[in-house]
């Protein structure tokens, strides 16, 4: 089985590409490097000692993903490639519309063309809004905060609309919660481009004295401590559910979304803490007001891709610390 996977050299698709090699999947990838470096495809072949084929280009360039369908009899496609970092998304709302959308339409229309109609796509759970409860399930109402977000839902309904007009298509859409954590050897993992928005990467660069003090964005929460609380899912065990949709969406026909988190929230200090712990560091804090758009608490309810994919989440915050400051550790 060939697997085109776009946007597969960045942090989630290169984890994501080890299971698929791992698993004697063939597979190409397609990258514009906008997010990621060359090197990382030899840091995949050195962990699986396997080998897979790269296209350096965009994929809101409609000819090159038409050679790559042109050339290959693709089975399925991963579609990671896009733009992520919500605060960008705000300043620079059409650069986020313009890549998010056009590479996905053009994918997709390529596809429809080469009747190949199995995709997974990275959807977020920046989907759900402010959630109205909690643990959050796969049928809550939808809305966005922001244009990234915006982007992902306008994606999704996309993906259903296609359904509707051909039943032939095979969709998983992931709603991704916190993915957290690096591959074991130390060669592959988050390489956040200067100061990092996300808990995980600024504790490791405070840990690692790059930067000073992590901000604690608020302890005036509704939740255990404080702190806001989240779904941590390490970023392996976010692969092997992309294995499992790959499966699904080749033995099936329909449109489906999946939350994939483990089910289970960490607050900012837990996580802090578990860091310290595991890794036997100091890591300097302090409490700051909350950050605008935040919310109390995010957790998955996990069940359904239990279910239907057969994806269980199996590593715990412990292995997600000491994960994520190897990676950094081993990449000074
Ligand atoms: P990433 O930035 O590390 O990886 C994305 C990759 O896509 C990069 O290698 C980048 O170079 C490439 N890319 C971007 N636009 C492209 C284009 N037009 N053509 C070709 N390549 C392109 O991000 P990630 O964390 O691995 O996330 C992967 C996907 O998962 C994204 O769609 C993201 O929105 C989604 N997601 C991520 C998170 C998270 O916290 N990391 C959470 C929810 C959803
Ligand atoms: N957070 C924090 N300091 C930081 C970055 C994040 O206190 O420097 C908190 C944030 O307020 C949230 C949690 O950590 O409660 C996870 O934030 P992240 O940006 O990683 O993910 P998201 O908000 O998208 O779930």
Do not use: Q
Not at 148 to 158: Q, R
Not at 164 to 169: F, K, L
Not at 265 to 286: A, C, D, I, P, Q
């Amino acid at each position: 089985m060939k697997i085109l996977v776009t946007g597969g050299l960045g942090y989630i698709g290169s984890h994501t590409v080890v299971e698929l090699l791992n698993d004697n999947y063939e597979v190409i990838v397609i990258d514009n490097l906008s997010n990621s470096k060359e090197s990382v495809k030899d840091n995949i072949e050195k962990i699986t000692n396997k080998e897979f084929e790269l296209v350096i280009g965009d994929v809101c360039n409609k000819d090159i993903v038409e050679d790559i369908f042109k050339n290959n009899k693709i089975d399925a496609v991963i579609h990671f490639a896009g733009y992520k970092a919500v605060g960008e998304s705000v300043a620079k709302p059409l650069m986020y519309y313009h890549n998010n959308l056009f590479s996905t339409i053009n994918l997709l229309e390529v596809m429809e063309k080469y009747e190949c109609r199995r995709i997974v796509f990275s959807s977020s759970a920046t989907v759900y809004g402010k959630p109205e409860s909690l643990p959050i399930k796969e049928d809550f109402k939808l809305s966005t905060t922001n244009p990234y977000g915006t982007t992902k839902l306008m994606i999704e309904d996309i993906l259903r609309d296609l359904y509707v007009s051909n039943n032939d298509w095979s969709i998983a859409i992931l709603r991704y919660f916190n993915p957290v954590g690096a591959h074991k050897s130390g060669l592959i993992g988050e390489d956040p481009n200067g100061i990092p928005n996300n808990l995980m990467p600024y504790i490791v660069k405070v840990a690692n004295k790059e930067l000073e003090c992590l901000s604690i964005f608020g302890d005036d929460y509704d939740t255990k401590d404080g702190t806001g609380v989240r779904d941590y899912i390490h970023v392996v065990d976010l692969s092997l559910g992309h294995i499992k949709a790959i499966e699904y969406v080749l033995k099936n026909k329909g449109v489906d979304e999946y939350n994939l988190g483990t089910g289970k929230g960490y607050s900012v200090l837990e996580m802090v803490k578990t860091f310290e712990k595991v890794n036997n560091v100091n890591v300097n804090k302090k409490i700051v007001e909350r950050r605008p758009g935040d919310i109390d608490a995010c957790y998955a309810d996990s069940r359904k891709a239990k279910e239907i994919l057969g994806f269980e989440a199996k590593k715990g915050i412990e292995e997600m610390c000491l994960d994520s400051y190897n990676y950094v550790k081993k990449n000074l």
